[in-house]
């Protein structure tokens, strides 16, 4: 499954080529081994790469438009997946952006709750959607000069401002700060650092997100790089890479020392 929340280039321009890939796959295997991929973009997303996917879904499964306050599911039979999408403030030339909350049932019980807050200015009502989320994925994007200090905010992207604001309204036990932009160095270290001393409440738990980072649904446990032990988020370190913009590296506290 492919989940798109806007149009811009950092999110979208992989979509041909993935296509391609599952095109070129299902030409070399039977049919009944062929595989698709099932397809929820943004409407912006929607409109401009849809065509570039044929042949890369179901025939019986186009891909469908994500719409503002409605909830998809993945027909769920034990286990089902569930999205609930939300408006965010983000592009004003893209009229569609949205984030997530994906709810992993089983049995109709919700087992895990992912609150994502995709590419957005802070919104008020964010800390509310993310209401009884295990884990919250914040879209970072840039810092401004001064953020720190509390005084300014983008009015078009989360920075340290709304990623701070989000972690101190949201009850949720995990987040994961996610998408900095890299025009301004690799700001990862200082701001996560930041946003640790300034969170205000002991218990919850933020962790840098990159490739590599596993989470194991429901007990919320992750993996471990090295000894591929599965521990507590509260245990796992993420030491800062010999050069800037490398992979974050997920430890536990035996391999960390
Ligand atoms: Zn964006
Ligand atoms: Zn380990």
Redesign the pocket.
């Known amino acids: 499954m492919v989940v798109t929340t806007?149009n811009?280039p950092?999110?979208t321009y992989d979509l041909p080529m993935l296509a391609d890939q599952v095109r070129q796959y299902n030409q070399q295997v039977e049919k009944k081994n062929r595989k698709y991929i099932t397809y929820l973009l943004d409407e912006d997303s929607h409109g401009d790469h849809k065509d570039k996917l044929k042949g890369s879904h179901s025939p019986r499964n186009s891909p469908r438009h994500l719409r503002p306050d409605t909830s998809y599911s993945d027909v769920p039979k034990k286990f089902g997946v569930e999205f609930d999408v939300f408006a965010t403030e983000?592009?004003n030339n893209l009229e569609h952006s949205v984030g997530l909350v994906i709810s992993l049932r089983e049995n109709d019980a919700v087992k895990y709750k992912i609150g994502i807050t995709s590419?957005t200015r802070y919104m008020a009502i964010l800390p509310k959607l993310f209401e009884g989320c295990d884990v919250v994925v914040c879209h970072f994007?840039s810092l401004r000069l001064g953020e720190f200090g509390g005084k300014q905010q983008s009015p078009r992207r989360l920075g340290y401002t709304g990623t701070r604001k989000i972690i101190q309204k949201t009850k949720a036990p995990l987040f994961l700060i996610t998408e900095f932009w890299g025009g301004k160095g690799d700001i990862r270290f200082p701001v996560l650092k930041q946003l640790r001393l300034d969170k205000n409440d002991d218990n919850k738990v933020v962790i840098g997100g990159d490739i590599g980072f596993m989470l194991n649904i429901p007990d919320g446990q992750v993996h471990c790089n090295r000894c591929g032990r599965w521990v507590p988020p509260e245990e796992i370190n993420t030491p800062r890479p010999a050069r800037d913009y490398e992979t974050l590296r997920y430890l536990c506290k035996d391999c960390i020392s």
Do not use: L, N, Y
């Open positions: 806007h811009h950092d999110h983000h592009d590419d994007s």
